[in-house]
């Protein structure tokens, strides 16, 4: 946990920029994975830590605007729980460990609720993603469950998105954590990705290097040698010579503060002529993106000016034809990246995605495009110090999206689709970095991960 003034501070600031009524913030509860007492790993909700700091279960926190007051509500452990836990601290010693002065029990919330029912409007809270935290706000807030969502508050929402967006330095500390995990992850797993291997025996290495960092992956490990199913979490496939291994992975620390990495390396430890030339486009396209990334630039155009030269890349290749300018205008290059170049990270490895992605990635001034590929762009947004966003572009060759580009002409003018032909086995690249946006431009974050043909090369030599 930070100090408890962090977190008085971030109540104090959330409260004076929502102004007015309650704010509920409720807590996780375990997860039954196959029956009760046999949950998933506990999760934490992230705007829950963001503001309260606490790791347990079932905990609800209330931010007062119009008193200033802060609570935390949760029922304390009995002895027939502690004979299984261990000593726990109480409800009212977690709260004043994170500055809060009131506490009660799950009674004394419906209490609070009720008093505050007759004057208030409807409290402020986050649109739940959890079926059994929707069903609580169903209950206490009197809400036909159907219709939680649907009353989520947007003065809330954009509130968490404000203070959440520009990373402190004990959070970029946190996070570089993560990255160093990430590091041992990534080093490790390319040592391992030779011939005969399988992809469940490297993705099992990250989770334990993960673990060892003392926290758990931040998304389930993307291990593949068919890369170019965008999020392949199949690790089935041996690993062959002549395949490109695409390794997609972070971790969270303690504090659940993430990293989210991507390495492709060649099976073997050596790229052959045609890896090298894919990869060595891709690499480009990942150094514009952090060469351009400054205050002020939205990340939309950083993610043209990285299309620029993946266009450039696939022209030169006779994979793609006309101009760059109309090549990247009219989405051409979107068949070998249909995605954005990347999303926002901190709590979350895709952060805020909770809130919904158009609050968090787009303004009033920005909107998501409708094109394919930048439509899938999840952070659009004139940037700011203190953003965490990642830099991750990457080349698929999809032959089922391919054949239908074929089939329906689409982008003909731009894609030679007889050259495409030939690379319809190769699979898939992705390079993804971390990256802080600073007063002048951009840092990527943590120990620099091997990275060139030559450093991957040297690291899988080693
Ligand atoms: N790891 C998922 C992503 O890169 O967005
Ligand atoms: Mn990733
Ligand atoms: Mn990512």
């Known amino acids: 946990m930070f100090k408890k003034e962090t977190y008085i501070a971030r109540r104090e600031q959330l409260r004076k920029d929502v102004g007015h009524g309650i704010i509920i913030l409720p807590g996780n509860h375990e997860a039954p994975c196959n029956y009760k007492d046999n949950t998933y790993w506990f999760r934490q909700d992230s705007t829950f830590l963001y503001f309260f700091g606490l790791q347990r279960e079932d905990l609800v926190g209330v931010l007062d605007c119009e008193t200033g007051k802060d609570y935390l509500f949760a029922n304390d452990y009995d002895i027939d729980d502690i004979i299984w836990t261990g000593p726990l601290p109480s409800v009212k ?103 005969g291997r399988y992809e469940y025996e490297l993705a099992g290495f990250m989770e334990g290097e993960a673990w060892k960092g003392n926290g758990p992956v931040s998304f389930p490990v993307i291990m593949t040698v068919h890369g170019e199913t965008l999020h392949n979490h199949g690790h089935n496939n041996r690993l062959e010579v002549g395949r490109m291994l695409v390794m997609d992975a972070g971790c969270e620390t303690s504090m659940n503060y993430c990293s989210d990495i991507t390495r492709t390396v060649p099976v073997g430890g050596k790229f052959n002529e045609r890896q090298k030339t894919i990869y060595e486009i891709v690499l480009n396209a990942n150094l514009e993106a952090a060469r351009v990334t400054r205050p002020g630039i939205t990340y939309k155009e950083v993610h043209t000016a990285a299309s620029r030269v993946l266009a450039q890349g696939y022209k030169n290749l006779g ?5 760059v300018d109309d090549i990247v205008a009219n989405g051409a290059h979107s068949l070998l990246m249909p995605h954005g170049l990347g999303h926002m990270m901190g709590l979350d490895v895709h952060d805020m995605e909770n809130y919904g992605q158009i609050n968090v990635g787009y303004d009033n001034e920005t909107r998501p495009s409708e094109q394919f590929g930048l439509g899938s762009l999840r952070c659009g947004r ?22 239908k580009w074929r089939a329906e002409g689409t982008n003909k003018d731009f894609v030679n689709f007889d050259e495409l032909e030939k690379w319809k086995d190769f699979g898939g690249i992705r390079i993804e970095d ?28 080693s």
Not at 122 to 141: C, F, G, K, Q, V
Not at 439 to 458: D, F, M, Q, S, Y
Request: glycine fraction near 6%; include cysteine; hydrophobic fraction near 40%.
């Open 93 to 195: 010693e977690l709260a004043e460990s994170v500055g809060v002065e009131n506490s009660g029990s799950m009674k004394d919330l419906r209490k609070y609720l009720d008093g505050k029912r007759p004057t208030s409007a409807l409290p402020h809270y986050l649109p739940p993603y959890r079926a059994d935290i929707r069903a609580d706000l169903s209950e206490w807030l009197g809400l036909v469950l159907g219709s939680v969502n649907r009353h989520a508050s947007m003065e809330l929402i954009l509130a968490c998105v404000k203070q959440r967006s520009i990373k402190s330095a004990e959070e970029i500390e946190e996070i570089e954590k993560a990255i160093a995990t990430a590091y041992n992850m990534h080093v490790g797993a390319m040592k391992l990705a030779m011939p």
């Open 382 to 403: 004139r940037l700011q110090p203190g953003f965490v966003i990642t830099d991750e572009p990457g080349c698929y060759f999809i032959p089922a999206l391919i054949d």
């Open 319 to 323: 994979i793609l034809k006309g101009s």
């Open 434 to 461: 971390d990256i802080l946006v600073t007063e002048t431009g951009c840092r990527v974050l943590g120990k620099p991960i091997p990275k060139t043909v030559k450093e991957i090369e040297e690291t899988m030599a």
